[in-house]
């Protein structure tokens, strides 16, 4: 047989019970499981070729293995906990099933078996890379003093103890058992070791020394020529950076697989270098940008591909707010037309996956490859300038505050008009709350929990929704008072009653609010910018936004105290108008990006800081909430009048 003691110890496994079990615990409380079902499939879908060639059994104890191990995925997949993708996944097994029957071609089976794996771990994640770049140093200490005695100081299977070992150890400088072999199967077997043989489970050391243990193994089975070429390949393209975007594919990729994306000679390099030098992978690379969007992207058409809508359309928005979106900062300040078009193709193409639309989702993806070539070209490293990041950090200290600062300083213009400073403090204990909670929220999010790209978009829409309906019942309120006098009897004779602490804490409210729905986004904009360096030039933006919101605050309050209140109270209600329905515009717009309203673009105005966005949706609301408005202003004159 090809791999014995790989085969002995998928067979030990089954017969000693790691079946899945408990079928209503949550996915987590299986990893062991899933993960043993992982090692299962990626099996098939290597060994499969060893077992039949063009339509005949070339190896009937091979076949025989292949149909049984497709049995048992399909038995142990129906057996998962239930989960939204749960059906597809049990789909496609069954067709991997079938197709072994069938004595299906080997890239066929092998294509069930590795999209099998990829929709597994998307419904039923577990850690597949180290959380660190492994220390080759430290695995070759730890194979010398644990492993040489069997498998022998180079790896060949010749130990001092191999002689009285039976099955005897692998060979791992084997060429032929290394390309199929990827160093998340040799974290398997070193962390649970191989019933039946001599092979122990290390347990007992850390998971980051069985992940060097595991590098170093990986690497046995490759000299110096091959690490040489590597290197140099590395040096000359850009292929095989992308063909191993990130520390995840490393593990999971063998080269006989990454010989079908490159010639045999170069995968034989590529692997044997990033595995002697897994740091030139990058742990994070392909973790943020357009990597990670491509990389989602790709699993969402997946996911659509085998009739998993919810999955497809989940990785769809992670894509896009996770990946793409903290790019939008520098991309609107070199390329508006580009953020535009990408904005706008990824609408659609979640509104194909939505309707089930393969062949159009399909098509916006390819496009939307088109785009992200030319967004790296505008925003990859080395290609964002010092005036990008100065006009980057400046729009979007200007486009997150403005709104914020507007009714902020309404408020406090208000209260200084009525004569209320011991109110004020309640407003500016609200303003500075909100700076606080969002920068630990900012803490919390990069150092103890990840919290998505939907989950921001959902705050900051339902908070969008709320301050423009105060906003606006806010502003129907001072157009009323303003008209006919009104004002003297509100002064005099309900003021007092309405500034009660109960009130007093609603101002508190509304401050805490229209602050801290900007402050987080703010943040997360400024770390983008702050990775492509030009430290000084977002200092610069910072600043001078900061100088440009302090003037606007400075001649609000400076006009509005010399202004007659009667028309205080009018313009100011225009202005918080004016400041709901771009809330609102946001606030839709917000809850289109996180998947909870539809969006149907169209060819229209993009004004950002006027929550101007060219869907149906935001327009509709919009254009209602300004007709509330402006029939409740009239209704107001009206009434006056008579």
Same mark, same amino acid.
Request: charged content about 15%; overall charge positive.
């Given at each position: 047989?090809?791999?014995?003691?790989?085969?002995?110890?998928?067979?030990?496994?089954?017969?000693?019970g790691f079946a899945?079990?408990?079928?209503?615990?949550?996915?987590?409380?299986?990893e062991?499981?899933?993960?043993?079902?992982w090692?299962?499939?990626?099996y098939?879908a290597?060994?499969?070729?060893?077992?039949v060639?063009n339509?005949?059994?070339?190896s009937?104890?091979?076949?025989?293995?292949m149909?049984?191990?497709?049995?048992?995925?399909?038995s142990?997949?129906i057996?998962?906990?239930?989960h939204?993708?749960?059906?597809?996944l049990?789909?496609?097994?069954?067709?991997?099933?079938q197709?072994v029957?069938r004595k299906d071609?080997?890239?066929?089976?092998s294509?069930?078996?590795?999209d099998?794996?990829k929709?597994?771990?998307?419904?039923?994640?577990?850690?597949?890379?180290?959380?660190?770049v492994?220390?080759?140093?430290r695995?070759?200490?730890l194979?010398k003093?644990?492993?040489?005695?069997?498998?022998?100081?180079a790896?060949?299977?010749?130990?001092p103890?191999?002689?009285?070992?039976e099955?005897?150890?692998?060979?791992?400088?084997d060429r032929?058992r290394?390309?199929s072999?990827?160093l998340?199967?040799?974290h398997?077997?070193?962390?649970q070791?191989v019933a039946?043989t001599?092979?122990?489970?290390?347990?007992?050391?850390?998971d980051?020394?069985?992940?060097?243990?595991?590098?170093?193994v990986g690497?046995?089975?490759f000299?110096?020529?091959d690490?040489?070429?590597g290197k140099e390949a590395?040096?000359r393209?850009?292929?095989?950076?992308k063909?191993?975007?990130?520390?995840?594919?490393?593990v999971t990729?063998t080269?006989e697989?990454l010989?079908?994306a490159?010639?045999?000679?170069?995968?034989?390099a590529?692997?044997?270098y990033?595995?002697?030098?897994?740091e030139?992978?990058?742990q994070?690379?392909?973790q943020?940008?357009i990597?990670?969007s491509?990389?989602?992207?790709?699993?969402?058409l997946?996911?659509?591909?085998v009739g998993?809508?919810?999955t497809?359309?989940?990785?769809?928005l992670?894509?896009?707010?996770?990946?793409?979106e903290?790019?939008?900062?520098t991309?609107?300040?070199?390329?508006?037309?580009?953020?535009?078009?990408?904005?706008?193709?990824?609408q659609l193409?979640?509104g194909?996956?939505?309707?089930?639309?393969?062949?159009?989702?399909?098509?916006?993806?390819?496009?939307?490859?088109?785009?992200?070539?030319r967004v790296?070209?505008?925003?990859?490293?080395d290609k964002?300038?010092?005036?990008?990041?100065f006009v980057?950090?400046?729009?979007?200290?200007?486009?997150?505050?403005?709104e914020a600062?507007l009714?902020?300083?309404?408020?406090?213009a208000?209260?200084?008009?009525?004569?209320?400073?011991q109110?004020?403090?309640?407003?500016?204990?609200?303003?500075?709350?909100a700076l606080?909670a969002?920068?630990v929220?900012w803490?919390?999010a990069?150092?103890?929990?990840?919290i998505?790209?939907?989950s921001?978009?959902?705050?900051?829409?339902l908070?969008s929704?709320?301050?423009a309906?105060v906003?606006?019942?806010?502003?129907?309120?001072m157009?009323q008072?303003g008209?006919?006098?009104?004002?003297?009897a509100y002064l005099?004779?309900?003021?007092?009653a309405?500034?009660?602490?109960r009130?007093?804490?609603?101002?508190?409210?509304?401050?805490?609010?229209?602050v801290?729905r900007?402050?987080f986004e703010?943040v997360?904009? /400024? +770390?983008?910018?702050?990775?492509?360096g030009?430290?000084s030039? %977002?200092l !610069?933006?910072?600043?001078? #936004? @900061?100088?440009?919101?302090s003037v606007?605050?400075?001649?609000?309050?400076?006009?509005?105290a010399?202004?007659?209140?009667?028309?205080?109270?009018? /313009? +100011?209600?225009?202005?918080?108008a004016?400041?709901?329905?771009? %809330?609102? !515009?946001?606030?839709i717009? #917000? @809850?289109?990006?996180?998947g909870w309203l539809m969006?149907?673009p169209?060819?229209?105005?993009?004004?950002?800081?006027?929550?101007?966005?060219?869907t149906?949706?935001t327009?509709?609301?919009q254009?209602?909430?300004?007709?509330a408005?402006?029939?409740?202003f009239?209704?107001?004159?009206?009434?006056a009048r008579?």
């Open positions: 047989m090809k791999h014995p003691i790989w085969k002995l110890f998928l067979h030990l496994a089954f017969c000693c899945l079990h408990n079928v209503h615990a949550s996915p987590q409380s299986n062991p499981e899933v993960r043993q079902l090692q299962l499939l990626d098939v290597v060994d499969y070729a060893g077992a060639q339509g005949s059994v070339i009937e104890m091979e076949y025989k293995e149909q049984e191990f497709s049995e048992r995925a399909r142990q997949v057996a998962l906990p239930p939204a993708s749960h059906a597809a049990t789909s496609i097994v069954t067709r991997l099933q197709a029957a071609p080997p890239l066929r089976v294509e069930l078996a590795r099998a794996n929709l597994l771990l998307a419904a039923y994640p577990f850690p597949v890379a180290p959380r660190s492994p220390e080759l140093s695995g070759a200490t194979y003093a644990q492993c040489a005695s069997c498998h022998g100081a790896g060949a299977g010749d130990g103890l191999a002689t009285r070992l099955p005897k150890p692998i060979a791992f400088t032929e290394a390309r072999r990827s998340m199967a040799l398997q077997v070193i962390s070791g039946g001599s092979m122990p489970a290390f347990a007992s050391l850390s980051a020394d069985r992940w060097s243990l595991a590098f170093f690497t046995l089975g000299n110096d020529t690490i040489k070429a590395f040096a393209d850009t292929a095989p950076g063909t191993l975007p990130d520390m995840s594919a490393l990729v080269e697989e010989a079908k490159m010639p045999p000679t170069t995968a034989r590529v692997v044997a990033t595995r002697t030098h897994p030139v992978v990058g994070q690379k392909g943020s940008g990597a990670l491509r990389k989602l992207l790709q699993g969402s997946q996911a659509l591909k998993d809508r919810a497809a359309t989940e990785l769809a992670s894509a896009y707010l996770d990946g793409f903290p790019l939008e900062a991309l609107d300040a070199t390329d508006r037309q580009l953020l535009i078009d990408v904005e706008r193709t990824m193409y979640r194909a996956v939505t309707s089930g639309n393969l062949a159009a989702a399909s098509e916006h993806a390819r496009q939307l490859d088109v785009y992200f070539v790296e070209a505008v925003t990859g490293k964002t300038d010092a005036t990008t990041v980057g950090a400046l729009t979007i200290l200007l486009r997150e505050g403005i600062l009714i902020v300083i309404a408020m406090v208000f209260l200084r008009k009525a004569e209320r400073p109110v004020l403090r309640y407003v500016h204990a609200g303003w500075i709350s606080a969002g920068g929220t803490l919390v990069t150092y103890v929990v990840s998505s790209g939907a921001r978009e959902i705050t900051e829409g908070s929704l709320f301050a309906v906003l606006l019942s806010v502003g129907l309120w157009h008072k008209q006919a006098g009104q004002w003297q005099h004779g309900q003021l007092s309405a500034m009660q602490k009130s007093a804490w609603a101002l508190f409210a509304l401050a805490f609010i229209a801290y900007e402050v703010t997360l904009f /400024y +770390s983008a910018l702050a990775a492509d030009n430290g030039a %977002l !610069g933006g910072f600043v001078t #936004g @900061l100088v440009l919101l606007i605050a400075f001649v609000f309050l400076r006009t509005s010399r202004m007659p209140i009667g028309k205080f109270f009018s /313009y +100011s209600s225009v202005l918080i004016a400041l709901a329905v771009v %809330l609102v !515009g946001k606030g717009a #917000g @809850l289109q990006e996180a969006a149907t169209v060819d229209g105005l993009r004004l950002p800081i006027l929550g101007i966005y060219p149906l949706q327009y509709g609301a254009l209602l909430l300004l007709s408005a402006v029939i409740g009239g209704f107001n004159v009206v009434k008579r």
